[in-house]
Structure formats: C-alpha cells, structure tokens
C-alpha cells in the first residue's frame, strides 16, 4: 500500500481560531479553534480530495512536485512611493 505526504500550513485566524490549508491541493482549505480540530480537519478533507480525484480519474500529486520559494523583503521595498 503506497502512503501520501502533504505538507498543510496552519495559521492563526482573527478573531480566534486556526486556518489550514494544503498549498499541493489548490482550493483545499478548513478552519477550526484548536490547532489540533484544524488538524483533525485536514485530515479528513485530504483524504475527501483525493477520493474525489481518483474517482474522476485524476492522478495524485507528490510533493516532489511542487516548489517552495520564500521571497524576502526589506522594508525600503514595503514603502509606496507616490508620484
């Protein structure tokens, strides 16, 4: 039996609560008031993905298809100049 790895993203949400999402599974998102619900939530929302795309004939994705870059900016470049 083949096992899928995903790397999902937790953030605090305003006013309180988590938000999660899976940045492989574009439109996958849920939402909880504990890291552990949000956990437990995209949990069962990765694996409702990816039954639905296997019953439409669609291929899992790897992470080893995906790229991360992180972008750095100074705050000279956060200021906005107008003319």
Known sequence: M???????????????????????????HTSGNTVREV???LRDAIRCHLEGLLKDGQQIPHEEDAMEVVQTFSEDELQFHYA
């Open 2 to 28: 083949k096992n899928y790895s995903f790397r999902t993203i937790i953030e605090p949400d305003d006013p309180k609560g988590y938000h999660g999402f899976v940045p492989l599974l574009p439109g996958l």
């Open 39 to 41: 956990k437990r939530n």
